[in-house]
Structure formats: structure tokens, C-alpha cells
């Protein structure tokens, strides 16, 4: 006979390591789903224990009847039955109406109750035959409570309520299954309704049933018969129409250690005994261990750890598929291990256990992705610049390129993509779509940048009158024409049309900084100054044909001065602001009415005080500090200093004018003396003879021309020498003259009095 454990003590503490020992003893987990738990309730001293002895062959201790009647079994007592297959667990219970509990007693009674209805198949109500059709029999309040309970607390599932009538007397059994019938209908009847089951049957609970024993004591053979008859019922007893053939709520064998601790737990835990469908309960906790582990294998999966080390350096051939191969290992793992429980909850913790999984390889996946899309973005560079290279548009060249490359990722994404997960790449490729329309938008960016730095410079160094009209023409239309290119190769993009409309402000922007950017370099001052000064030197230097100019005595080098302040003014008020927005404003006539008076010269009434000075402030009116290139104050200083700087060149001007009208003096003089003496020397009409010959006349001609030449070449030099001649030399020349003339060859005293003759017309010539 096997010897019963306590499954719960009187006191209530439930004996897990006990039933733990239990289910390992009798290897009842490996029972999967074939298994039966039998529970037996009842007033005390009823022979519950004595029955459940009989039937199941089990050795719950029994009442002896020699020291009187009181309580015997304390607790719960569970056994297995080694007579009957498939493998039964009997469940012997404390009696209902014990005195030895005194007000405890309801409390306990009704936990114990609850626990058989929630963990047993069957179960034997044990009661007197005397009490049947009585009003206060001992049994009343218990079957009252037993359907309380069951409407309260659970789902419609059919157990087997066999009602076992102790001390069967004459009475027909017929009749007493009439009368307790009746019994029992009424006391479910006056059960009250819960809401969601206000329409549920008896039958809909329970499998009622009703049997009787002879007395044990007094007919003991009989009572063996019967008991053997009964015992036959068990047999089987979870196959279909039997006993225990409700088998859809019945959680599997390894799960009912957890389940029945669970149920006791929250039974003794809760007042009011409102508890989870045990079956439920079971797959819940079983599951979610099962789930647990195989989390816990899959982290420690070597595969898995090698692929996730391989994808931190680079994109790992057969990702997907290989990734997807070890979850799905795990998953089948853990459908074979939950088989036997609640499909429903077996299906939620499978979900559960599907995203715990995921959430694991999530960040490989990820970073899977982002190598795909890094390498993607570094093609589309390359093949792009090559196209560039070889001379290809960039409109043609953007599309094409984009288009493989998006190509080339979608597929490589399929490859990598976890057949378990509802993931996809859109994130990615969106994220990767951006980062090439930013490399397009670079491109254009760049080579704005370089057509608008040079012609910007360019114009901003010619300093023409209408710079800033031309600069903002030139901004308007190379940023159009690259807006164009931009918008024409996004069209194949799937872009919302605010985001390409921001790239392209962004665009416009950019190329107004560059305007911007080259506009402040052009401003420094050291770069103004120097522009004012070449334009200076270009006005002052050179005529209107840009010939240089000979400051003979007719050139009025006030007005060339003043002409050549005014055109470098205009460059310092060019570059005062920057004028991109087409506003006005006043600084040029600001400027030259501070800076140049009638003589080109700053006002004396500013410089003495007696008017303010507008140029004394930081700030243009009608002009942005933002828009400001140069401050009044900034620009009254560059021109004090340009003034400074070309000082000189306008004084050696006028020093050079001078030096011209004494050379010119100085040379007439010379060859006029020369010339008197060479026609004392001979006499004047052999003079006039000899320069009217034709050969001199020739001879003339050619030392004009080459006279003019040399004396050009010569030039300021030359001019600077003879000036210093002075009054005595010229004297001593003269003296002097005839001496030299005698000494000269006939062909030279000739071309001399040529040139005196002729003086007129070569002088002509030159001035």
C-alpha cells in the first residue's frame, strides 16, 4: 500500500519539497497529460480515509474506533494509487465539520474545498445515508459551499461529482438518488447567479453521480464487494464517457507542483477566494519557466555568439537565414516541452518568448542594417564622383546611381531580414535615402560654392559701379541653376515635397553665405585699401585709352586727382555693405560728402568742429549690423590713410610736370646754341644753303624721328639731368660753341643747322 504525504498541514503551510519528493519518487511528471487526481470531502469520522484505503490502496491513517471518534486526518494527504492506471493521485481532505478546529473551522473548510475542486477530477462527497432529504444534514452546507464556489470562481468545466451514500440501508437506492437529486438541484438553485454565468446549468459544472456503501463496521464483506465494483470505475477513468473525461482544462503532469502550490498560495492569500482557472494557472507559471530557459540557452547559443561577433566587424553572408535557423531551433524546442498545457497560454507565452528572443538579436540585426546601408552610401559616393570624372551631367549621373544603389540595398536587406520578426529595413532606408540626397546636396553645394567664390571675388575686385547688381544677378542665377539640377535629381526619390523644399532653402542659403563669406573677405581693410590704391594709380596713371600719361604742361592734375579720389571712393563705399536684398541706402553719398569737399579734401568744417561728423558711428543708417561690411568710423580711417599712402604719387606728379617745362627750356636752349654757332661758323647763307640741300633734308628726317625716339626713351631721366644744367653751364656752351662746331664733320654741322632751321616742326612733334 503507498503511504500518503501531506501535502498541506494543519496549519496550512503547503510541503513543497515534499511534493517535489513526491513527483520525483513516483515519476508522475513524466505523465504528461495521462493522469487522474481523485479527491475525497466530507463530514469527520465519515471514512473518507477508510474508502479512499479501499479503492485506491493507498494507507491514509483511519479512525480508530476503540478510542472513540474525533479527528483523524489534519490537512490535506495525497498518495498514489498503486492498483489503478492510468496513474491516479488520491487526495484524502480534512473533515468538513471538525470541532477540534472551533471557529477556524469555515475558514479552513472552505479552502480545503476550493483546492480539491480546483486540482481534482473527481470528487467523492462522502456523506450518511440518515441525512439525506434532511433540512440541517451535515452535508447541506457543504454542498452549498462546493457550488458557491464553483459559480463564483470558475469557467464551466465538468467535473465528476460522485456523491458516495455511507451505511446504505433498505431504503431502494432508487429513491435515494430521487431524493438527492431533488437536494441537490434546489441547493443550486438558491446558489445566487454571478452575471456572466447567470444562465449555467448543474450540468454544465458537474458530472453528478451517486452510489452507496454498506456499513464498514457492520458489513464489512458486503462493503468490499461494493468497494471492489466501485474501484473498477477508476480504471481508465479519463478516457471519454468515464469519469474524468473532461480533459481540456487538465494542465500537464510536470506543472502540477507549481500549479498546486499557486493555488494554495493565492487561496490562503485571498479572503474572498477569488482565484485564476488552475489549469491556466499551471501553463502560466510551466510556461513561462519552459520560455525562461530556452531565453536563457538561446544567449548562450555558440552560433549565436559567433554571429554576433561576426557582424560588429562587417555584413555577415546568410544573416537572415542563419539567425533565423537558431531562433527557430529554440522555438520548436520550447512547442514540444508546453504540448500538454493550455493551448492559449502555451500560445501567449510563446509570443512572449518570440520577443524576448528578438529583443536578444535586435541589436545585431541593427547593426546588420547599418553596415549594409554605411556600404551602400559609399558606393553610391564612389560610382558617382566616377561618373562626374568621366564628364557625365549630374542629373543622370544622381538618378542612375541611386537607383542600383537602392536596388542593391532592398535585396541585401531580404538576405538579412528574421523570418520570426515583423521587421523590416524602412527606417534604415529612409535614413540611407537622406545621407544621399545630403551627398547630392554636398555636390551641389561644392561646386556652387566654387563657381559663385571665384566670379564673386572676381567682382568684387574689378569693383565696377553696379558690383552689387551684378553680384546679385550672379547669385540668383548660378543657386537657380543648381536648385534645378538638385530638384531634377530627387524626382525618382519618395520624399515628401516639404523635405526636398527645405534641402533646397537650404541650397539658397548656402549659396548666400558663400556671397556672404567672400563678400567679408573682400571687406578687410588691408584688401580695400589696396583695390582703392590700384584703382587710384589706374585713373591717375593712364589716360582714357589706358596709355600712360606724360604730365606735360596742358595736363590739369587737379581734376586727374580728383577724378582718381572719386573712383576709389566708390570702392570704399562699395564694400562699406553688403546689398544683397536690393535696399537702398545713403552711404555713397554719405562718403563723399564727408570725405571730399570741392578740393577732393575733407571738409574744414568737419575737421575743425564746427559741423558734427557723420562718419563718427559705427552703425550705416538703413543698414543691419548684420549687413555691415565697414563702419562710418572704419571708413573714414582707410581713406585718411589711403590719402596718406598716394601723398606722393601726386606730388612726384606735379614734380615730374614741372621738371618737363625746365627740360624743355633747357633743350631748346642747347640746340639753339649749338646751332648759332654753327652758323657763325659758316655764315648764313652758306647755312641756308646747306640745310636746303635734298640729302640733308633726308638725313634730317631720319634724326627727327630717331631724336623723338631717344628722347622718349630717355625720358623722365634725361629730363631730371638737364634741369640742373643751369645758367652758367649754358654760358659756357655758348662760348664754347663755335670751338666745337669747327671740330664737328660737315654731315653733323649740317643735320645741326637743319635742326635749327627746322626747329619748329620737330618741336611741334614732340610737344
Given at each position: 500500500m503507498?503511504k500518503g504525504?501531506?501535502l498541506i ?6 510541503n513543497?519539497?515534499?511534493l ?6 513516483t515519476e508522475f511528471?513524466?505523465?504528461?497529460l495521462s493522469?487522474s487526481?481523485?479527491a475525497?470531502i ?5 471514512g473518507?480515509?477508510?474508502l479512499?484505503?479501499?479503492v485506491?490502496?493507498t494507507d491514509?491513517?483511519m479512525l480508530?474506533?476503540?478510542?472513540g ?7 490535506i494527504w495525497i ?5 489503478i492506471e492510468?496513474?491516479?493521485i488520491?487526495?484524502?481532505?480534512e473533515?468538513?465539520d ?7 473551522n469555515?475558514a479552513?473548510?472552505?479552502q480545503?474545498?476550493?483546492f ?8 467523492l462527497?462522502?456523506m450518511w445515508c440518515?441525512?439525506i432529504g434532511?433540512e440541517h444534514?451535515a452535508c447541506?452546507?457543504?454542498l452549498?459551499?462546493?457550488f458557491?464556489?464553483m459559480k463564483r ?7 465528476t461529482l460522485l456523491?458516495?451514500?455511507?451505511d446504505?440501508?433498505?431504503?431502494p ?10 437536494d441537490i438541484?434546489?441547493?443550486w438553485?438558491a446558489v445566487a447567479e454571478?452575471?456572466t454565468?447567470?444562465?449555467a446549468?448543474l ?5 453528478v453521480e451517486i452510489?452507496?456503501l ?13 468497494v ?22 487538465v494542465?500537464?503532469a510536470?506543472?502540477?507542483s507549481v ?15 477569488h482565484i485564476?482557472d488552475?489549469k491556466v ?5 510551466r510556461?513561462?519557466?519552459?520560455a525562461?530557459?530556452k531565453?536563457?540557452?538561446l544567449?548562450?547559443?555558440e552560433k549565436w555568439l559567433?554571429l ?6 562587417g555584413p555577415v553572408p546568410?544573416?537572415?537565414a542563419?539567425?533565423s535557423?537558431?531562433?527557430?531551433t529554440?522555438l520548436s524546442q520550447?512547442?514540444?516541452e508546453?504540448i500538454y498545457?493550455?493551448?492559449?497560454v502555451r500560445?501567449?507565452?510563446?509570443k ?7 529583443e536578444v538579436?535586435r541589436d545585431a ?6 553596415h549594409?546601408?554605411?556600404?551602400t552610401l559609399?558606393?553610391?559616393?564612389t560610382?558617382l564622383?566616377?561618373?562626374l570624372?568621366?564628364g557625365?551631367?549630374f ?7 541611386a537607383?542600383?544603389?537602392l ?6 536587406c531580404?538576405?538579412?531580414a528574421i523570418?520570426?520578426?515583423e521587421w523590416n ?5 529612409e535614413?540611407l535615402t537622406?545621407?544621399m540626397?545630403?551627398?547630392m546636396m554636398?555636390i551641389?553645394?561644392?561646386?556652387l560654392?566654387d563657381?559663385?567664390?571665384d566670379e ?9 559701379t553696379?558690383t ?6 550672379l547669385?540668383e ?6 536648385v ?5 535629381a530627387?524626382?525618382g526619390?519618395?520624399l515628401h515635397r ?9 541650397l539658397r542659403e548656402k549659396?548666400?553665405?558663400v556671397?556672404?563669406?567672400k563678400?567679408?573677405?573682400a ?6 585699401l589696396t583695390?582703392m ?14 596709355k600712360?600719361r ?7 592734375i587737379?581734376?586727374i586727382?580728383r577724378?582718381a579720389?572719386?573712383?576709389s571712393l566708390k ?5 562699406a555693405a553688403m546689398?544683397l ?9 554719405l562718403?563723399?560728402s564727408?570725405?571730399?569737399g ?5 571738409p574744414s568744417s568737419?575737421?575743425t568742429?564746427a559741423?558734427?561728423d557723420?562718419l563718427?558711428?559705427n ?6 549690423p548684420n ?7 572704419e571708413?573714414?580711417s582707410?581713406?585718411m ?5 598716394m601723398?606722393?604719387k601726386m606730388?612726384?606728379a606735379?614734380?615730374d610736370q614741372?621738371?618737363l617745362?625746365n ?5 631748346k636752349?642747347v640746340?639753339g646754341?649749338?646751332g648759332a654757332?654753327?652758323?657763325?661758323a659758316?655764315?648764313?647763307p ?7 640741300r635734298?640729302e640733308?633734308?633726308?638725313?634730317l ?5 630717331w631724336?623723338?625716339?631717344v628722347?622718349?626713351?630717355i625720358g623722365?631721366?634725361?629730363?631730371e ?6 645758367i ?5 656752351l655758348?662760348?664754347?660753341a ?7 664733320q660737315p654731315?653733323i ?8 632751321t627746322?626747329q619748329?616742326d620737330?618741336?611741334q612733334?614732340?610737344?
Open positions: 503507498e504525504m501531506q498541514d494543519g496549519n496550512g503551510k503547503f513543497v519539497e515534499g517535489q519528493d513526491f513527483m520525483t519518487t511528471a513524466q505523465c504528461g493522469y487526481v481523485v475525497i466530507g463530514p469527520q469520522s465519515s473518507k480515509s477508510t479512499m484505503n479501499h485506491f490502496g491514509f491513517k480508530n474506533a476503540n478510542k471518534r474525533g479527528q483523524t486526518t489534519k490537512g498518495a498514489k494509487s498503486s492498483e492510468p496513474f491516479t488520491a487526495m484524502d481532505l473533515g468538513t471538525s470541532s477540534a478546529r472551533g471557529e477556524d469555515t479552513f473548510e472552505k480545503s474545498t476550493l480539491a475542486l480546483a486540482i481534482a477530477d473527481t470528487v462527497v462522502n440518515k441525512d434532511l444534514a447541506r452546507p457543504l452549498k459551499l462546493v458557491q464556489v470562481l470558475f469557467q464551466p468545466r465538468k467535473r456523491f458516495v451514500i455511507r446504505h440501508t433498505r431504503t437506492l432508487e429513491f435515494l438518488e430521487t431524493a438527492l437529486m431533488k438541484e434546489k441547493i438553485a454571478p452575471e454565468h447567470s444562465s446549468a450540468s454544465d459544472y458537474f458530472n452510489t452507496s454498506s456499513s464498514y463496521e457492520f458489513e464489512e464483506d458486503k462493503f468490499k464487494d461494493q471492489a465494483h466501485l474501484k473498477q470505475r477508476f480504471f481508465n477513468s479519463n478516457s471519454p464517457r468515464d469519469l474524468a473525461d473532461d480533459r481540456l482544462e494542465e500537464p510536470s506543472g502540477f500549479c498546486a502550490e499557486k493555488i494554495w498560495k493565492t487561496i490562503k492569500d485571498n479572503k474572498d477566494l485564476p488552475p494557472m499551471a501553463a502560466s507559471v510556461c513561462e519557466e519552459i525562461k530557459e531565453l536563457k540557452q544567449t548562450s547559443d559567433e554576433k561577433e561576426d557582424v560588429q566587424a546568410w544573416f537572415g542563419t539567425l535557423s537558431i531562433l527557430a529554440y520550447y512547442d514540444k508546453v498545457f493550455d493551448q492559449d500560445n501567449v507565452k510563446r512572449q518568448l518570440e520577443l524576448n528572443a528578438l538579436v540585426y541593427v547593426t546588420m542594417l547599418e549594409l546601408s554605411s556600404n559609399e558606393t553610391f559616393k560610382k564622383e566616377q561618373l570624372n568621366e557625365e551631367g542629373v543622370a549621373s544622381a538618378r542612375s546611381c537607383r542600383s544603389c536596388h542593391e540595398f532592398d535585396q541585401r531580404e538576405d538579412a523570418r520570426q520578426s529595413a524602412s527606417n534604415v532606408r535614413k537622406c545621407d540626397l545630403s551627398e554636398a551641389c553645394e561644392e561646386q560654392t563657381v559663385l567664390a564673386v571675388q572676381s567682382l568684387f575686385e574689378a569693383g565696377e553696379d552689387w547688381l551684378s553680384v546679385r544677378n547669385l542665377s548660378k543657386t537657380e541653376n543648381a534645378s539640377e538638385f530638384s531634377n530627387v524626382v526619390f519618395k516639404s523635405a526636398i523644399d527645405t534641402k533646397l532653402e537650404h549659396a548666400r553665405n556671397v556672404k563669406r563678400a567679408k573677405e571687406a578687410a581693410a588691408e584688401r580695400v583695390r590704391k590700384d584703382r587710384f594709380k589706374q585713373v591717375f596713371n593712364r589716360d582714357e585709352i589706358s600712360s606724360f604730365w606735360t604742361r596742358e595736363k590739369n587737379d581734376e586727382e577724378n579720389l572719386s573712383a570702392i570704399l563705399s562699395t564694400m546689398r536684398d536690393k535696399l537702398t541706402d545713403q552711404i555713397e553719398h562718403l563723399f564727408s570725405l571730399m570741392e578740393s577732393g579734401d575733407i568737419q575737421l568742429g559741423t558734427p557723420p563718427a558711428s552703425t550705416w543708417e538703413e543698414v543691419s549687413d555691415t561690411l565697414l563702419t562710418p568710423v571708413c573714414k582707410l581713406w590713410e589711403f590719402k596718406e599712402d601723398k606722393y606730388n612726384q606735379r614734380s614741372e621738371a617745362r627740360a624743355k627750356r633747357v633743350i636752349i640746340v646754341v649749338v654757332a654753327a652758323i657763325t659758316v655764315g648764313v652758306t647755312a641756308m644753303k646747306i640745310a636746303a635734298p640733308v633734308a633726308a638725313v628726317k631720319a634724326v627727327t624721328t631724336l623723338l625716339a628722347l622718349k626713351y623722365m631721366k634725361v629730363l639731368t638737364l634741369k640742373y644744367i643751369g652758367d653751364v649754358l654760358e659756357m655758348k662760348d664754347a663755335a670751338m666745337a662746331v669747327r671740330s664737328l654731315e654741322v649740317a643735320i645741326i643747322i637743319a635742326l635749327v627746322k619748329s620737330w618741336r612733334q614732340y610737344y
